[in-house]
């Protein structure tokens, strides 16, 4: 293929064949570009008042990290109510098992496997099973997640490395392994928890807002491999709640909490599901998050700094008390409220 010159306005068709610009095509790609944008605008205005219909998931393979507790240990009791298959990870077995016997309590169909996402290798080596013994995966949840709790001069080397490979990199080790399934079937959804400190991020959380900030990135940019190579029937959904009222923030509060209030498990599942079965393509909880990272974009940089003090978010770490019991307490509740972890990381 001949790709074309600096000063030649050439450009590739779909089928990868170098066409010629010329003013009416640019012309005519204007008017479909602002005909799809349009529809698509007044689409979501719809749907912002009437839901679209919810999916079926009875059958299908749903994957949940970190589902020993919070809201991975919810989605997992939602799914099963649903009548899929549930596989759930984490890294610790007893607080699996506890969820594995509310499973049974609502007849739903679930296996246990224990595995440290943050580790590649060990990803492999579970995905695996996971596919001998259940099948392929449909919707894959990364729920799992970590949090240091300290400023960042005060945090280990190690830990912030840690952070980064179970609330990062794993999101990578799992989506490489199951989404290739998914795209040859034309058939999937990738659910991806990440955080409202994903989008605007919040005094004293360094390692974990970066991490999130990563996450939100990456999801980002993983539906448009989808979207732009044609694989309309695998779906994303980036998933940003606030803070989830969970104790692993114990002291913890914004200075307005009717506006920015802890969010309960039950209501922030709930509407992690809603925007699961209608293939939604991202969600913030609450809906205030989304004026606020609306703000962060067209205030300046200083004026934005006082909406974060008049907000509390400054001085939001300051009252922290949480649930140590080391001297870097892990967890997993957070802001995204997966698993909590104590000495050793749990996902």
Known sequence: MVLPDAEDNGSL???????????????????????????????????????????????????????GSGIGRQLALEFGKLGAVLVLWDIDEKANEETGNLMKKCDAKFHLFKCDVGIKEEVKKVGRRVKEEVGDV???????????????????????????????????????????????????????????????????????????????????VLSYELIFGGHDGVHTTLVCPS????????????????????????????KIMQAILTNQQMICIPRSIYFFTFLKTILPVEAFHEIIKLFGAANFMDSFIGRQNSEIEEKTNGFHNGHESHDTVKT
């Not at 204007?30 to 919810?54: D, G, H, Q």
């Not at 996450?215 to 980002?220: H, K, L, Y």
């Open 13 to 67: 068709s779909k089928e990868g064949v170098l066409k010629k610009e010329t003013k009416m095509s640019i012309f005519i790609d204007c008017i479909e570009a602002l005909k799809t944008f349009l529809v698509a605008y007044m689409t979501s205005i719809w749907r912002f008042f009437v839901s679209p219909p919810n999916k079926s998931v009875t059958g299908e393979i749903v994957l949940i990290t970190g589902s």
């Open 138 to 220: 449909a919707i894959l949840i990364n729920n799992a997640g970590i949090v240091s709790g300290t400023k960042l001069i005060n945090t280990p080397d190690d830990m912030i490395e840690k952070v980064f490979r179970v609330n990062l990199l794993a999101h990578y080790w799992t989506v490489k392994f199951f989404m290739p399934t998914m795209i040859r079937k034309n058939h999937g959804h990738i659910v991806n928890i990440a955080s409202s400190t994903g989008l605007v991020g919040i005094n004293k959380l360094t390692e974990y807002c970066a991490s999130k900030f990563g996450v939100v990135g990456f999801t980002e």
């Open 243 to 270: 803070y989830v009222e969970t104790g692993m923030f114990e002291g913890c509060k914004m200075r307005f909490p009717w506006i920015l209030p802890p969010l309960k498990v039950s209501y922030t599942v709930e």
